[in-house]
């Protein structure tokens, strides 16, 4: 299953955060299990959909794989502000979001949140942590609903989509997909990259790995 394309299925990975915590290095460049983490997001994304996408202010570390990048709409606003942009450039009717710091996704769950979206605004999962954003599915239509929260600067993912018509996956419907590792772990910090390093150790190997061209 998780090599079929989702029909109109477009990702966006966000990449434009500062990454205090890292020393402001580009953590979609840092190794896990050998691969950058940008590049096991290729490999695992780009079977899955028809258009694949990083918002960025610098697009020089994504051109030569084959991504398009896009530049903030109106930079400062976080994974909101993010969405945003990834909403308004995809070109799909759905979009995957994703951090380029997550090394773990999951193509059989990023399906499930597909087949739970219905004419739902979004497919969120949650975990044991709460809900978790950037591993969820966007209807494109809901863009123009952004625009005002980020105008009061009510930026929190959860309190938007809290106003969305959102189906919410429950921790025990996604603990069925976490077979390989923490799917919604994120290196913020160096301490966060060895212990993923130590994950992607553990973990069997996946053939969803194997270096991939995005879709264009």
């Known amino acids: ?15 434009g955060g500062q990454a205090r915590r890292m020393g402001h290095i580009n953590k979609a460049l840092v190794t896990v299990g050998g691969v950058p983490v940008i590049d096991r997001l290729i490999a695992r994304l780009a079977p899955l959909c028809e258009e694949l996408i990083v918002i960025a202010a610098d697009p ?3 051109a030569a794989r084959g ?3 896009y530049p903030d709409i109106e930079p400062g606003n976080g994974a909101l502000g993010g969405l945003h942009t990834a909403l308004t450039r995809a070109s799909g009717d759905k ?29 969120v999962p949650r975990d044991g942590y709460g809900l978790q954003p950037l591993h969820a599915i966007y209807a ?6 952004i625009p005002p929260f980020i105008a009061r600067r009510a930026l929190r993912m959860d309190g938007f989509i809290a106003a969305l018509d959102a189906v919410i996956l429950p921790p025990s419907d996604v603990a ?3 077979a390989e590792a923490e799917i919604f772990f994120n290196v913020n910090t160096p301490a966060d ?12 190997q996946s053939p969803q790995d194997e270096p991939a ?4």
């Open 213 to 216: 061209r995005a879709p264009r």
């Open 60 to 62: 020089e570390p994504y």
């Open 176 to 178: 069925a997909y976490a």
């Open 1 to 15: 299953m998780s090599e079929q394309r989702i029909s109109g299925l477009s990702a966006a990975i966000l990449a």
């Open 193 to 204: 990259l060895e212990q993923a390093r130590l994950k992607a150790r553990e973990a069997p």
């Open 140 to 145: 494109r239509r809901i863009t123009p609903l």
């Open 95 to 123: 979009v995957f979001v994703c951090a380029c710091d997550m090394p773990f996704i999951s193509p059989p769950l990023i399906h499930h949140l597909n087949a739970s979206l219905g004419a739902r605004d979004a497919a």
């Open 67 to 69: 991504l398009t990048v």
